[in-house]
């Protein structure tokens, strides 16, 4: 099976713009969570995905938002970005309610 | 809403030695522990995980170990080679709420040839 991928891998953007990252999860896999990586904070819960409902939701102010479509794939958004929004965005997709499969992630840079 | 720590933060070994991380996590209704391997510019890889049910698990030269009265589990490397060198982090997450995931700091791993 292809492993999860997302898209894009790079990106730059400026303050006070938005961004929306892409996720496709493992063949057969419900569950998308959302994490945001940066050297200081290690990995950081975003939020979790499950059959187009957010069932899990993490310690991050509203611009930060998500969803799922009927096929798995997540998107997550992120509006009014802030210098300090630049990190390592990945996602994992799961089948089961346990072991996590990561992304590659996308590197976000905010100028 | 929990709290893993992770200790150390950098650890080098001589090739052939044993590493030792550790973690701890605050709240016992926890009962999923992963540990991921994340070398440089890759993804995290899950490496091993235990469930509050066993006490130890063993996969050729990786353990990880439990104790849930003190709250804490180990991952441990024994004869660590070159491509052991990686960032390590412990996970928890908390009852029938499995996939919302607590992860610790991370630690260096540097294994000297």
């Known amino acids: 099976k292809a492993g999860v991928t997302q898209t894009p891998r790079y990106l730059i953007k400026t303050r006070g713009q938005q961004v929306t990252l892409s996720c496709s999860p493992i063949?057969?896999?419900?569950?998308v969570s959302w994490y945001q990586q940066t050297p200081g904070q290690g990995l950081q819960f975003l939020f979790e995905y499950f059959s187009e409902t957010q069932r899990n939701k993490g310690n991050f102010p509203g611009r930060f938002s998500g969803r799922q479509f009927s096929n798995s794939r997540s998107e997550m958004n992120v509006s009014t970005l802030e210098l300090g929004d630049s990190a390592l965005y990945l996602c994992?997709?799961?089948?089961?309610?346990?072991?996590?499969?990561f992304g590659p992630g996308t590197r976000l840079t905010v100028l | 809403g929990e709290n893993v720590e992770q200790h150390p933060s950098t650890l080098s070994v001589q090739e052939g030695d044993s590493a030792v991380i550790k973690c701890t996590y605050s709240?016992?209704?926890?009962?999923?522990f992963p540990w991921y391997k994340q070398e440089l510019g890759k993804r995290p890889q899950l490496i091993i995980d235990i469930r509050s049910n066993v006490g130890e698990k063993k996969d050729q030269r990786i353990a990880v170990t439990l104790n849930k009265t003190a709250k804490h589990f180990s991952l441990h490397i024994t004869e660590t080679q070159p491509e052991d060198s990686a960032v390590y982090f412990c996970a928890a997450s908390i009852g029938g709420n499995f996939n919302k995931f607590y992860f610790g700091s991370g630690t260096k791993l540097n294994v000297k040839p």
């Open positions: 063949s057969g896999h419900r569950s």
């Open positions: 709240d016992s209704a926890s009962n999923y």
């Open positions: 994992a997709s799961s089948w089961r309610q346990d072991t996590q499969y």
